[in-house]
């Protein structure tokens, strides 16, 4: 399975609009601070197909980047607009997509979205499913006020795990569901120092990497607010924008 990191950026991305902090003048410079807003490419081992989970607002540049015109599903987290925004740009692209998401998430997208005539699979939390030859499970975090998942994805002997946004108050059946994976994607805002309700900042992230024994950990949905990615990067494992992981 080959993971690509569309985009490792929270909801502004960086640079963000009218900031001139290290970070921002380090992505307005092309550096690797600069960062879209959050999506992942998931493409199955055997080249049976493409899934996309979460549908940036940047959508269309990630997929001009990797040369994609065609998924064979997308998964969504949950409704905000970060996460589902960019889907309005399979517009004469591809028509019926086939989209999964919890019920009360897809009624939400699909009230704006629902021109675009997608394929509706309303999935359970701790249900698999599958999708091009991989095994998909959404399991509930803690991203208050609104209902959110995170994914894990199986294919071959290969685990992933997305924690989308959340803070630590992770159900414990979903932690359960979440040990022991290859790689874990996780939500990481802001750097340590910064305590925000909804979200883990890098030490909360590294620390549930830890104790759910995760083999590799990338973090992501990362805020302008860190040091530029090459002086962060010493200090916490982050990701970066089109990183391609091979599990």
């Given amino acids: 399975m080959k993971v690509t990191l569309l985009g490792t950026g929270d909801a502004i991305g960086t640079p963000k609009i009218g900031c001139k902090c290290p970070a921002c003048m380090d992505a307005l410079r092309g550096g690797r601070s600069r960062r879209l807003r959050f999506s992942v490419l998931l493409e199955s081992d055997d080249d049976e197909g493409k899934v996309l989970v979460d549908t940036s607002p940047d959508l269309r540049w990630q997929l001009l980047k990797k040369d994609i015109s065609h998924v064979d599903g997308v998964i969504w987290t949950h409704a905000h607009y970060d996460h589902y925004a960019g889907f309005g740009d399979f517009h004469r692209v591809q028509s019926h997509v086939d989209v999964y998401a919890l019920k009360n998430t897809m009624d939400y997208i ?46 071959g002997k290969k685990k992933l795990v997305i924690t989308s946004d959340t803070n630590l108050e992770i159900p414990e059946r979903s932690l359960e569901l979440m040990k022991n994976a290859d790689l874990l994607l996780a939500d990481a805002i802001m750097p340590p120092g910064y305590n925000i309700p909804k979200h883990m900042n890098a030490e909360e992230a590294v620390a549930l990497a ?22 962060a990067l010493k200090k916490w494992p982050l990701g970066h924008d089109m990183m391609e992981i091979v599990l």
Avoid: W
């Fill in 110 to 155: 699909l009230n704006y979205l629902y021109f675009l005539n997608p394929v509706r699979h309303d999935v359970c939390a701790y249900e698999p499913f599958e999708i091009a030859g991989m095994q998909f499970t959404l399991f509930n975090v803690n991203h208050p006020p609104t209902e959110t998942t995170g994914v894990v994805v199986c294919n």
């Fill in 210 to 231: 830890s104790r759910l024994g995760a083999r590799d950990l990338k973090l992501t949905h990362l805020a302008h607010l860190y040091p530029p990615h090459e002086i």
